[in-house]
Each structure stands twice: as C-alpha cells, then as structure tokens.
C-alpha cells in the first residue's frame, strides 16, 4: 500500500515556475512508477509525465515537453514536478499517482493503482 501527497500547488503568473511534490509513504514507492496527471475544470484526466522506479526513463506530454521535469529521490519517498515557464492552459488539478508496471506496458500506458488528492495549480495571463 502507498499513500501519497501532493504539495507545492498555487497561484502564479504566465511564464512563471511551481516545483510540485508527491511525498509517498509505505516500502514499495521505491519499486513503483510515478506519474503525475491534470485535470482541468469539463475535462477528462491527462497524464502529464511519468517516471519509472529508478529514474532512468521518462515520459511527457507533448503539451509540456521542454517546460516540465519530473524526478524522484527514492531516498526521500518523494517525487517532483518542475514546471516552467507556465501558460494559463497548464491550470488544472494535479494528482501524482505511483503504481507497478505490468507486463507490456509502458510508464505511459500502465495501470496507475495509487493516487494523491491532487493540487491546485492556478496560471493568471
């Protein structure tokens, strides 16, 4: 079981920086991916980046590749989400979410079993 929290999330303007957190509790957050989705107000769930269990691989979105980072330090049960040169469409809820990759599947792709209660990230124009 992992339970995860999310912090970091506010009010800034376009062109602006938030650094999200996920600090994770429970043994296995080490083995698992990470990923991190939005949601924004009438629109489905998306996800963001992911991350696999040692860092080495990463996924983006179109929409925030060469703005957004995603890391982690297995160290800490934490992971991250840099997010630069914010634009007022990045508005949205932001969840992380940890879980085991399957078989066949990709850190984009895979089942994601445990989620934060999500933070609210606001860009003004």
């Known amino acids: 079981q992992v339970q995860l929290v999310e912090s970091g999330g506010g009010l800034v303007q376009a062109g602006g920086s938030l650094r999200l957190s996920c600090a994770a509790s429970g043994r296995t957050f080490s083995s698992y991916a990470m990923g991190w989705f939005r949601q924004a107000p009438g629109k489905e769930r998306n996800i963001v980046a992911s991350i696999d269990w040692s860092g080495d691989r990463t996924y983006y979105a179109d929409s925030v590749k060469g703005r957004f980072t995603i890391s982690r330090d297995n160290a800490k049960n934490t992971g991250y989400l840099q997010m630069n040169s914010l634009k007022a469409e990045d508005t949205a809820v932001y969840s992380c979410?940890?879980?085991?990759?399957?078989?066949?599947?990709?850190?984009?792709?895979?089942?994601?079993?445990?989620w934060g209660q999500g933070t609210q990230v606001t860009v003004s124009s």
């Open positions: 979410a940890s879980g085991y990759r399957a078989p066949g599947t990709t850190i984009a792709t895979m089942r994601y079993n445990y």
